[in-house]
């Protein structure tokens, strides 16, 4: 099965200052995803990448960026944090041509 | 941009009960629709998907998929304690990016 990692698992982090949440997959997937879960919403789309080098902006992409510097490795990047930022985020592999997703474990992340 | 929108938004039956879970989409020309399951804690794990009008079924689970009411639905036989989480619905775009309803939790009493 296929296997992805989040790490860290929990932070805190204050207002203003700058997030880095990490995904890796080794299962050699194109597709790569990173979601924001809050109670009410489900899953929301912030950013994906269909390889090495690219990423692309989904539903709510504003406040959040991206980074795709292998087939491996998916960076989310909160430059400058804010309490509207404090949720659980999954990061998600597919293959290309597939659309089966295959998320990792969540980091919960609380701004405060 | 898709919108997902799945309904009850929580339900509560007795082991062994039929479970029928609903997901409306808002794009026709959407492509597969996937279901997922979560565990409190957990990230979601894909259980069944459909592409095709009509239904599929994977030993107790059951989907049917009508593409021109725009409507989806999970049901799950024999229902047991083990189902008990949240189902997520998810419908691919043409860009192969999920969107996701959120959610029905599901609770099977012994």
């Known amino acids: 099965e296929a296997a992805v990692t989040q790490s860290p698992r929990n932070k805190v982090a204050v207002t203003g200052g700058k997030v880095t949440l990490s995904c890796n997959q080794t299962?050699?997937?194109?597709?790569m995803y990173w979601y924001r879960q809050d109670t009410g919403h489900g899953l929301r789309l912030i950013h994906y990448?269909?390889?090495?080098?690219?990423?692309e902006k989904g539903d709510i992409p504003d406040g959040y960026k991206a980074s795709r510097p292998s087939q491996e490795n998916f960076s989310l990047i909160l430059e400058l944090a804010t309490p509207s930022q404090t949720s659980v985020y999954f990061c998600a592999s597919g293959a290309a041509g597939e659309d089966t997703q295959y998320f990792g474990p969540g980091t919960r992340l609380l701004v405060l | 941009q898709e919108k997902v929108q799945q309904s009850p938004e929580s339900l509560i039956v007795p082991e062994g009960a039929m479970v029928s879970l609903n997901c409306s989409f808002s794009?026709?020309?959407?492509?597969s629709i996937w279901w997922y399951q979560q565990h409190p804690g957990k990230g979601p794990k894909a259980l069944i998907s459909i592409f095709s009008n009509g239904n599929k079924k994977e030993g107790r689970l059951t989907v049917y998929l009508n593409r021109a009411s725009l409507h989806v639905s999970l049901h799950i036989k024999d229902s047991q304690p083990s189902d008990s989480a949240v189902y997520l619905c998810?419908?691919?775009?043409?860009?192969?990016?999920?969107?996701f309803g959120a959610g029905t939790k599901l609770s099977v009493k012994p």
């Open positions: 794009d026709s020309a959407s492509q």
């Open positions: 998810a419908v691919n775009d043409n860009n192969n990016a999920p969107r």
């Open positions: 990448s269909y390889g090495a080098g690219s990423t």
């Open positions: 299962n050699n997937h194109n597709n």
